[in-house]
Structure formats: structure tokens, C-alpha cells
């Protein structure tokens, strides 16, 4: 059973910058194409960035050139670097593996107010 513990959340003022970490366990984690997804209150979760196990890399239109994600696999570990942030990037935050679709963790929290 694969394992998703993500960190790195709180609060920030609009403009500043917050990295994600997301821990994996109980898979091959390089071999896993990982995501990003997001819950703001009353929405659905949604797609934020995508990384595959050859480092192609995808991002909502929404994040692009403002996020970005990576990974490191001898830590088993997917980041997101987020910069410039807006208020309406205030969420949880979730990290994915694909090849385990009914799996999330337990997600962290990201505001940004001022």
C-alpha cells in the first residue's frame, strides 16, 4: 500500500513563495509518475503539475510559470516550488501517484493572505 505524507504548507503574504515536499513509500517510486492536485473550500480538487518518471513535466494553466514541480528519487520525494502566489492558490494541497489512483494523503494547507 503506497504511503503520501506532504509538508511545507502555512501561511504566506500574496507575492511570496512556499516548497512543497511530498514522502512516498510502499512503491517504486521511480517508476511512478507523480502529481500535484489542490482543494480550495467548496471546490473540487483540481490538477495543479504533473511529473513523469523521465522528467517531462506538465502544469494547470493557472500555475504555469509561477510553480514548479520536481522530484528526487534517492529520497523517494516530489516537490512543488511555488512563487509568486495569489490568494486564489489558498488550498490543500495533495500529491498523486497515478499507478495508485484511490491513494492521497492527508494533504497540507496553503494560505496565502496579507
Known amino acids: 500500500q503506497v504511503q503520501l505524507v506532504e509538508s511545507g504548507g502555512g501561511l504566506v503574504q500574496p507575492g511570496g513563495s512556499l516548497r512543497l515536499s511530498c514522502e512516498v513509500s510502499?512503491?517504486?517510486?521511480?517508476?511512478?509518475?507523480m502529481d500535484w492536485y489542490r482543494q480550495a473550500p467548496g471546490k473540487q480538487r483540481e490538477f495543479v503539475a504533473q511529473i513523469t518518471k523521465d522528467i517531462r513535466k506538465n502544469y494547470a494553466d493557472s500555475v504555469k510559470g509561477r510553480f514548479t514541480i520536481s522530484r528526487d528519487n534517492a529520497k523517494n520525494t516530489v516537490y512543488l516550488q511555488m512563487n509568486s502566489l495569489k490568494p486564489e492558490d489558498t488550498a490543500v494541497y495533495y500529491c498523486?501517484?497515478?499507478?495508485?489512483?484511490?491513494?492521497w494523503g492527508q494533504g497540507t494547507q496553503v494560505t496565502v493572505s496579507s
Open positions: 498523486h501517484a497515478i499507478r495508485w489512483p484511490t491513494s
Open positions: 510502499g512503491t517504486i517510486f521511480s517508476f511512478d509518475t
